[in-house]
């Protein structure tokens, strides 16, 4: 995403729910000047743009704006169904969503993107307009973008921060202090953290990507239980995680339940911290990732790869 100019930066933080203090910290401005840029802001030359055949970039850099904003604005007041048909996306009616590609429109480019498309089904089915949304691991910003677009408020945390993405505020979940970084109870959490031995390299070396399969474990535990206190009885909890096998090491035939981590594990742990599974969505990874040698290695020594991941629905039991 593009830095855009403080005025498009107040009117992004403000459509995603900012208190008119916490977007005067940031941005250094008086809140009443705050009030003034979001009350007279106009774009309504957007769409005389569009019907001269200019394209949504151009628009973006017309207005040194981001790209997700201007969506946001041309799609201001449809349904979500009509935002679905105008972005591209396949409204999905079943529990298997299959995106292959990421919508390079929405997020940064950041380890272990994942699809707009699956944020906006998320959104669409377990929440609506003006709900807030909680993004507790919020990497390139996929879900603050597409909350932009479908008209949901959003606060968003990382231990990964940029002066590009001030919507994006700094956070560490650390086990042996947890704090909990909001006050009021969102209508949807979604969790979306690094997988296990996962692009451990890629991240911050405070990453749970990296820890042993006991801590790791206990990690969600702790986490799972922090969440719950802090969520209404109506919060529905969106978690995002894949299965994980040493199958790079091992024929399918040695695996073994103790050395992996599946989706029984995470189930389990919800079930133990006072959370009730009401969906499990296939969300799967794209078996492109596998080339043509390392498939022809894997079936000479019976290795079966992963391509299995899940988007599990809690709510409090």
């Known amino acids: 995403m593009q830095m855009a100019s403080r005025n498009t930066v107040i009117l992004r933080l403000s459509r995603l729910g900012w208190l008119q203090e916490k977007i ?16 007279n802001t106009n774009f309504g030359e957007i769409n005389n743009l569009l019907s001269q055949g200019r394209d949504m970039d151009y628009i973006a850099r017309h207005y040194n704006m981001d790209l997700p904003l201007v969506w ?38 950041w380890p272990g993107r994942i699809p707009a498309q699956l944020v906006g089904h998320t959104l669409f089915y377990f929440t609506k307009p003006g709900d807030l ?3 507790l691991m919020a990497g390139g910003g996929v879900v603050s973008d597409v909350c932009l677009v479908f008209e949901r408020k959003c606060l968003s945390f990382d231990l990964a921060t940029r002066d ?17 970084p909001i006050t009021k109870k969102p209508d949807l959490i979604f969790f979306d953290p690094p997988y296990f031995d996962k692009k451990a390299g890629d991240y911050s ?10 801590e790791y474990l206990k990690f969600f535990e702790e986490f799972f239980t922090l969440v719950k206190q802090h969520a209404k009885q109506t919060t529905r909890l969106a978690f995002i995680n894949a299965d994980w ?3 790079q090491n091992k024929a399918a035939i040695d695996e073994t339940p103790e050395a992996s981590i599946l989706a029984d594990d995470y189930l389990n742990i919800l079930s133990k911290t006072g959370w009730q599974r009401t969906h499990i969505i296939q969300v799967p990874l794209s078996s492109e ?17 992963v391509t299995s991941r899940y988007l599990i629905i809690a709510r409090k039991s």
Not at 81 to 102: I, P, S, V
Not at 205 to 214: D, M, Y
Not at 289 to 305: C, E, N, P, T, Y
Request: charged share 35%; net charge positive.
């Open 24 to 39: 005067a910290e940031t941005t250094g401005i008086t809140r009443g000047r705050i009030a003034q840029i979001v009350n």
């Open 72 to 109: 946001a604005l041309r799609l201001e007041g449809k349904t979500d169904q009509e935002k679905f048909k105008e972005l591209g996306w396949g409204l999905r009616t079943w529990d298997q969503w299959n995106f292959n590609q990421c919508d390079e429109r929405f997020g940064d480019d």
């Open 133 to 135: 949304v909680l993004d």
């Open 164 to 180: 590009k993405r001030p919507d994006i505020l700094y956070h560490y979940w650390d086990p042996r202090n947890w704090k909990w």
């Open 205 to 214: 070396e405070k990453s749970i990507s990296s820890l042993p399969r006991e």
């Open 245 to 247: 096998r040493d199958f």
């Open 289 to 305: 990732r596998f080339d043509a040698g390392i498939v022809s290695a894997m079936q000479k020594k019976r290795i079966l790869g």
